[in-house]
């Protein structure tokens, strides 16, 4: 499993964009990028998964960079509701890894 | 837009006994899943499973633990002597996709807060 590295808390304010980087120098060819949000008390929630170079979808945006040793979740004009817990993970991509892990996540503060 | 459902929202029980922590996936799902929290830390993975049998579990779930799925609605994860330490927010995921799909979106429910005394 490709290990993940992230900041371990972030603040911004309301209406700004926000960027979450993530390391993971020890991805496979066959494995992709996914990030989940959390909520306090609640279940995390799929927000966007990637391969290679953009995705964009009504949430986030997620950039990878050619080599795929790193990708970054942009949240455009954030609000006070998007205070989180943001998760970045690595999983195989064929045949499908079930061993779905969890990393420690970043702590996202946004202000007012 | 469809959701995981876990009975009880909350459990509290006696270091000791058994629990039966309730899920009930997204009808056409085929992959199913249970994870933990304990406050303040990480979600951990706990077990995979597809096709009636277990496909991965962590070192945490230990003889312990086991998981079923009775019928074709429900799915459940039992303790079967509780410690102290089981004490944690309890979710189950379900994922529809087969294994040669791309789409790896699990879908989780509010979770099971588990106390133990």
């Known amino acids: 499993l490709a290990k993940t590295t992230q900041p371990i808390s972030m603040d911004s304010y309301e209406g700004q964009e926000v960027n979450i980087t993530c390391s993971h120098n020890?991805?496979?060819?066959?494995?992709?990028i996914t990030w989940y949000q959390q909520f306090p008390s609640q279940g995390p929630r799929f927000i966007i998964q990637g391969y290679k170079t953009k995705v964009t979808n009504e949430v986030a945006s997620l950039f990878i960079p050619a080599d795929r040793k790193s990708s970054t979740l942009s949240l455009p004009r954030v609000s006070l509701s998007d205070t989180a817990v943001y998760y970045c993970l690595v999983g195989r991509l064929i045949p499908r890894d079930d061993k779905i892990i969890f990393g420690k996540g970043t702590r996202l503060h946004i202000l007012p | 837009e469809p959701e995981v459902t876990q009975t009880p929202s909350h459990q509290v029980t006696q270091m000791g006994q058994e629990v039966i922590l309730r899920c009930v996936p997204i009808s056409n799902h085929l992959y199913f899943y249970w994870y933990r929290q304990i406050l303040g830390q990480k979600v951990e993975f706990l077990v995979s499973f597809y096709n009636n049998e277990i496909s991965e579990k962590s070192e945490i779930f230990d003889d312990q633990f086991s998981v079923e799925r009775p019928d074709g609605s429900n799915f459940t994860l039992k303790i079967r002597s509780t410690k102290l330490e089981d004490s944690a927010m309890y979710f189950c995921?379900?994922?529809?996709?087969?294994?040669?799909?791309?789409?790896?979106?699990?879908?989780f429910g509010s979770g099971t807060q588990l106390s133990v005394l």
């Open positions: 020890n991805i496979a060819t066959n494995d992709y």
């Open positions: 995921a379900s994922r529809s996709q087969d294994r040669a799909s791309t789409n790896e979106k699990l879908f």
